[in-house]
């Protein structure tokens, strides 16, 4: 069975920082690309960064362009957001969605998070 745990969301100032953790466990045989994804209540999720597997292509929403990083720790298993000069706007429940390959043979399935609540306010 695979887990998908994220931590580190929070009440911060605007313009202040804020990094998320999405790590996977269990039965993985490998890892795929993973996306983060944010909810406001009544609105659609929108997709906020992505990695792939080997970290080499990273994609962001036009809306967290130079603000916030996605990176990868080197064993893979763990991707972080680091979210820096943040904005009330930014507020929402962000979860990770993680490709994963449960057996070489697969197939390839998707697993997310349990969602953390990100709250920008003075």
């Known amino acids: 069975q695979v887990q998908l745990v994220e931590s580190g969301g929070g009440l911060v100032q605007p313009g202040g920082s804020l990094t998320l953790s999405c790590t996977a466990s269990?039965?993985?045989?490998?890892?795929?690309?993973l996306h983060w994804y944010r909810q406001v209540p009544g609105k659609e999720r929108e997709l906020v960064a992505q990695?792939?597997?080997?970290?080499?292509?990273?994609d962001y929403a036009d809306s967290v362009k130079g603000r916030f990083v996605i990176t990868r720790d080197d064993a893979g298993d763990t991707v972080f957001l680091h979210m820096n000069n943040l904005e009330p706007e930014d507020s929402a429940i962000y979860y990770c969605?993680?490709?994963?390959?449960?057996?070489?043979?697969?197939?390839?399935?998707?697993?997310w998070g349990q969602g953390t609540q990100v709250t920008v306010s003075s």
């Open positions: 969605n993680q490709d994963i390959w449960e057996t070489e043979l697969g197939p390839l399935q998707q697993y």
């Open positions: 269990g039965r993985i045989f490998s890892l795929g690309d």
């Open positions: 990695i792939t597997s080997n970290g080499r292509t990273i």
